[in-house]
């Protein structure tokens, strides 16, 4: 078998799973793929069509008929997100998507959908995929889990960091570590897959790590697994 293993990232928001994934797969040849955007993107689509978050059936009826599709070229760039041929790429950055994304994620018949077209884009191996259920769920045979962490406070001065930076300054600190502290909660709390550690992960704590630091452990890491010649 030569198909290069699947590394699986996973972790809480704003650990850096989404930066630190791009660019080790980058290094690595491996394929990106944000299960995150996947979940903003189908969001987005109930909020602009106004369905009640409730009503599952109709969720899941919604979702299944949408064309989803990811484009990662750039490693310092965002995942870019098309929903039935609209680009969403800024819209699912939203504090309306944020903040509606860990209930419409936690839907059985949303994550169903979700994990199949997740384990199609892996099917032949060579993906580096980050989310929160990877390891655990999408991928119980990755060769390689890094469970990525930092503490809620440093994830909250992150995602503000880089709200600044883009301008966008609607919610103070404490608002941002609230956000995130509620979201890991509710993705924690959930029935279907919530989120947690593979008992087989590395886990990397970033409180004290740049970037790169994190990149590097991860690249050798994943060497240090493929099979010797
Ligand atoms: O980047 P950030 O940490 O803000 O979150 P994300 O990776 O974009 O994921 C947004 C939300 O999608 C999470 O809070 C989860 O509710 C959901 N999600 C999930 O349930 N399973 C995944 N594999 C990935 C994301
Ligand atoms: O995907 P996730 O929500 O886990 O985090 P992210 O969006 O990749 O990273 C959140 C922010 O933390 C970004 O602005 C990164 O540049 C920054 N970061 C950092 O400062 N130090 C690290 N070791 C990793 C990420």
Redesign the pocket.
């Not at 989310?131 to 990877?134: A, L, Q, S, V």
């Given at each position: 078998d030569r198909r290069l293993p699947i590394l699986a990232v996973d972790g809480p928001?704003?650990a850096g799973?989404?930066t630190v994934t791009r660019r080790a797969a980058q290094a690595l040849g491996l394929q990106y793929l944000d299960?995150?955007?996947m979940?903003?993107a189908v969001t987005w689509w109930c909020l602009e069509n106004n369905l009640d978050l409730r009503d599952e059936p109709a969720v899941v009826e919604a979702i299944a008929h949408c064309q989803l599709r990811l484009e990662s070229s750039d490693p310092h760039q965002p995942t870019r997100v098309w929903i039935n041929d609209r680009e969403v790429s800024q819209a699912i950055r939203s504090l309306e998507v944020?903040q509606r994304?860990?209930q419409v994620?936690a839907l059985r018949g949303v994550r169903r959908l979700m994990v199949r077209q997740q384990r199609a884009i892996g099917a032949n191996g060579g993906i580096a995929a980050e989310?929160?259920?990877?390891g655990t769920h999408v991928f119980p045979e990755a060769g390689l889990k890094i469970f990525l962490t930092a503490s809620p406070a440093e994830r909250a001065q992150r995602r503000w960091q880089e709200l600044q930076q883009q301008g966008q300054c609607d919610l103070s600190y404490e608002e941002l570590l609230a956000q995130i502290t509620a979201?890991d909660t509710a993705?924690q709390q959930r029935t279907y897959a919530p989120f947690r550690k593979a008992a087989d992960a590395i886990e990397i704590c970033t409180d004290n790590l740049g970037i790169d630091e994190v990149v590097s452990k991860i690249v050798h890491l994943y060497r240090s697994r493929l099979p010797q010649p």
């Open positions: 928001a704003g799973k989404s299960t995150g955007a979940y903003r944020t994304v860990s994620a989310g929160r259920d990877i979201r993705d």
